[in-house]
């Protein structure tokens, strides 16, 4: 069974960084995509970043390239996600997804994604 288990949440003022970690285990995930989504108070979940886990290929959401970045260690089973730059609109609960399909276009849909981890509070203050 796939268990993700993110860490690294935290208040941080505007400009600041965080670093999140998600770690995954239940089984093999070399022909997984693995990534983030944020859902902010009242409003819908939305994607992040992702990262295919054997090519390294990586997708990102407009509203956070060249802020954030994501990145795995395969030893430790880990996927990160470095958060520079920090704005208020980032405040969010952001989980950790996993999914064995191709390509990108299930991580537009929250509920094409197969697995979730329970997710991690971001505050960003003004």
């Known amino acids: 069974q796939v268990q993700l288990v993110e860490s690294g949440g935290g208040l941080v003022q505007a400009g600041g960084s965080l670093r999140l970690s998600c770690a995954a285990s239940g089984r093999t995930f070399v022909n997984y995509a693995m990534g983030w989504f944020r859902q902010a108070p009242g409003k819908e979940r939305e994607f992040v970043a992702a990262?295919?886990?054997?090519?390294?290929?990586?997708y990102y959401t407009n509203s956070v390239k060249g802020r954030f970045t994501i990145s795995r260690d395969n030893a430790k089973n880990t996927v990160y996600l470095q958060m520079n730059s920090l704005k208020p609109e980032d405040t969010a609960v952001y989980y950790c997804a996993a999914d064995p399909k191709p390509g990108w276009n299930n991580w537009s849909t929250p509920s094409r994604v197969d697995y979730w981890g329970k997710g991690t509070l971001v505050t960003v203050s003004s």
């Open positions: 990262i295919k886990w054997a090519s390294g290929n990586i």
